[in-house]
């Protein structure tokens, strides 16, 4: 399974994003599909979780009300729209799904950055 990110940027605080993850491969072996996120001397941390039936499963407390996570399996998809940014948004964004067997993410992005100045 492959996963390319795409849509971060420079935005200032108070814009939007909107960051998509295409899935390629063994597309039939993901389950749940996530975006988390890592800021510069920080841990990475779970942002948000869709399901393999595209219900949303997890919103970090940080961004429930500004961030929403949507799965479109007809385009091997995944996206995440992004309101209302604050500078402590900025991260590195990836992508990670999970192999149907395992429960855990196995497979990731390379990452997209999303800068959001003050």
């Known amino acids: 399974v492959q996963l390319v990110e795409s849509g971060g940027g420079l935005v200032q605080a108070g814009g939007s994003l909107r960051l998509s993850c295409a899935a390629s491969g063994s597309i039939f072996s993901i389950d749940k599909m996530g975006w988390y996120r890592q800021a510069p001397g920080k841990e990475r941390e779970l942002v948000a979780a869709?399901?393999?039936?595209?219900?949303?499963?997890y919103y970090a407390d940080s961004v429930k009300g500004r961030f929403t996570v949507s799965r479109d399996n007809a385009k091997n998809t995944l996206y995440l729209q992004m309101k209302t940014l604050k500078p402590e948004d900025t991260a590195t964004y990836y992508c990670a799904a999970s192999h149907v067997d395992s429960g855990e993410y196995d497979y990731w992005g390379q990452g997209t950055q999303v800068t959001v100045s003050s």
């Open positions: 869709a399901a393999s039936s595209g219900e949303t499963a």
